[in-house]
């Protein structure tokens, strides 16, 4: 029962998070020139969205997990 608390918790977070942030955004590094001994790279800013659906669907989730552990312990 403690586990499932738990999770629901996680999903509720997870889904508040999706929705403040609503996508990931991190920087990678490319070889652009490799001639020799003359190295040029570039840094690209990539980013994942995240669609509100998803945020969504977390927080319904876990709030449903939480609200069914919550009856059954009475």
Known sequence: MRQNTNFAIL?????IAAFAYQGITFK???KAVDIGSVHVTT???????I???VGAIALIGG???????GKGMY
């Open 11 to 15: 999903l509720i977070v997870l889904g």
């Open 28 to 30: 990678t590094r490319e």
């Open 43 to 49: 840094e690209k800013t990539r980013n994942i969205p």
């Open 51 to 53: 669609p509100p659906v």
């Open 63 to 69: 709030v449903v997990l939480l609200v069914r552990n």
